[in-house]
Structure formats: C-alpha cells, structure tokens
C-alpha cells in the first residue's frame, strides 16, 4: 500500500508541475513563435539567430534540411527573398512534453505579393527551455496533402 501511495504523490507531484508550467509558459511559447514570424518579416538576421539553440534544424517543405544556427539563418533569409509576401504563423496549440520541452503547432501562410498563390502550410516548432529562456530547437514545414 505504502508504493501505491508514493507512486500516486509521484504522479500527482508531477502533473501539477506540468500543469504550472503550462499555465506560465505557454504565453512564452506562443511569444517567442511570434518574434520569430516577425524577425522573418524584417530579415533580422541577428534577431533569427538568437531565438534558436546552437544545434537547432529545420526541415523545409522542399525537402531541404537545415542543421545548426548559421544553416538556418542563411536558409531562412534566402527563402524570404526567394517566397516574397506576408507570412503570417498562427500557434494553434502548444503541447508540453516536460517542463522545459514543448511542441507549437501553427499554421503557417505566406500571400503571394507578386500575383502567385498563397502558400498555406503547417509548422511545427520543438522548443527547449534554456539559461536564456524559451529557445527554438527545431522546426518542420509541410505543405498539407491535397
């Protein structure tokens, strides 16, 4: 009886430290999507480099793999160039994994400024809690089967 007792204050300990770092940093999580669509529209080169983790990857709707700060931060600054228009990502919803992992999920559409069609797609970001704070780990772009 006494382990049934220690597993159930286990688990209940640590939903209810879930539960608080829900509450608090899913406004974070949804904040730091939010400067990083913005450091995009400004091609702020400096500002995309601080949201990610050294090792951070992103995976294109291309097929493109990006892997490591630097990678990331020419790839995104070239496909901003390349894909001109408005992007707009919109967290949908923020799932913990544990208190310092989190999963966004987010549409992500960019309208075509030039007479093309707008992209509509779907990212995903892994972000990891740090010294610094919430920091980008990994993206995922898809374009949605049609």
């Given at each position: 009886?006494?382990?049934?007792?220690?597993?159930?204050l286990?688990?209940?300990?640590?939903?209810?430290?879930?539960?608080?770092?829900?509450?608090?940093?899913?406004?974070?999580?949804?904040?730091?999507?939010?400067?990083?669509?913005?450091?995009?529209?400004?091609?702020?080169?400096?500002?995309?480099?601080?949201?990610?983790?050294?090792?951070?990857?992103?995976?294109?709707?291309?097929?493109?793999?990006?892997?490591?700060?630097?990678?990331?931060?020419?790839?995104?600054l070239?496909?901003?160039?390349?894909?001109?228009?408005?992007?707009?990502?919109?967290?949908?919803?923020?799932?913990?994994?544990?208190?310092?992992?989190a999963?966004?999920?987010?549409?992500?559409?960019?309208?075509?400024?030039?007479?093309?069609?707008?992209?509509?797609?779907?990212?995903?970001?892994?972000?990891?809690?740090?010294?610094?704070?919430?920091?980008?780990?990994?993206?995922?772009?898809?374009?949605?089967?049609?």
């Open positions: 009886m006494r382990i049934i007792a220690a597993l159930l286990i688990m209940s300990a640590s939903l209810a430290a879930l539960a608080q770092t829900d509450s608090g940093d899913t406004a974070a999580i949804r904040s730091l999507v939010a400067k990083y669509a913005e450091a995009r529209e400004q091609t702020d080169a400096a500002t995309i480099e601080r949201l990610f983790t050294a090792g951070a990857d992103q995976l294109v709707s291309n097929g493109e793999w990006r892997r490591g700060r630097e990678s990331l931060v020419k790839g995104m070239a496909s901003s160039r390349g894909n001109p228009g408005a992007r707009t990502i919109a967290v949908e919803t923020v799932r913990f994994l544990s208190p310092d992992v999963i966004a999920d987010a549409r992500y559409e960019i309208d075509a400024s030039d007479g093309r069609e707008a992209r509509r797609m779907w990212s995903t970001f892994l972000a990891v809690r740090s010294a610094d704070g919430w920091k980008i780990a990994a993206i995922r772009n898809m374009l949605p089967a049609k």
